[in-house]
C-alpha cells in the first residue's frame, strides 16, 4: 500500500517562508491527488491545497497568493511552498494522496510561524 512522508517543517518568524514536501512511497499513477491539509490547535483539520494528476490546482481562500503547491512526478513528491507566512498559518501540516475516494495520510510534520 502506498505511503506518504511529509518534511519540511519547523518554526519561522512572521513573513518568512517554508517548504514542505510530501514523498510517496510508490508511483500513484493516475487519477489522484495529492494536496496539504492542516489542523490547528482547537481547529478542524482543513485544506490547504492541492494538485491533480492532470495539474490542476486548487487552494484555500486564506493562502492564495501565499502558497504555491507543486509535483515532481519522476520523484513522486509534491511541494508547498509558502511565502509570506502568518501566526495563523500554525498548525500541524498533513499531506493527503487520494485516490478512487481512498484517502492516505501522513503523520503530519508542524509549522510555527511566531516571533
Known amino acids: 500500500q502506498v505511503q506518504v512522508v511529509e518534511s519540511g517543517g519547523g518554526a519561522v518568524q512572521p513573513g518568512g517562508s517554508l517548504r514542505l514536501s510530501c514523498a510517496a512511497s510508490?508511483?500513484?499513477?493516475?487519477?489522484?491527488?495529492m494536496g496539504w491539509y492542516r489542523q490547528a490547535p482547537g481547529k478542524q483539520r482543513e485544506l490547504v491545497a492541492n494538485i491533480a494528476s492532470g495539474g490542476n490546482t486548487n487552494y484555500a481562500d486564506s493562502v492564495k497568493g501565499r502558497f504555491t503547491i507543486s509535483s515532481d512526478n519522476a520523484k513522486n513528491t509534491v511541494y508547498l511552498q509558502m511565502n509570506s507566512l502568518k501566526p495563523e498559518d500554525t498548525a500541524v501540516y498533513y499531506c493527503n494522496l487520494r485516490r478512487f475516494g481512498i484517502d492516505v495520510w501522513g503523520k503530519g510534520t508542524l509549522v510555527t510561524v511566531s516571533s
Open positions: 510508490q508511483s500513484p499513477f493516475s487519477f489522484y491527488s
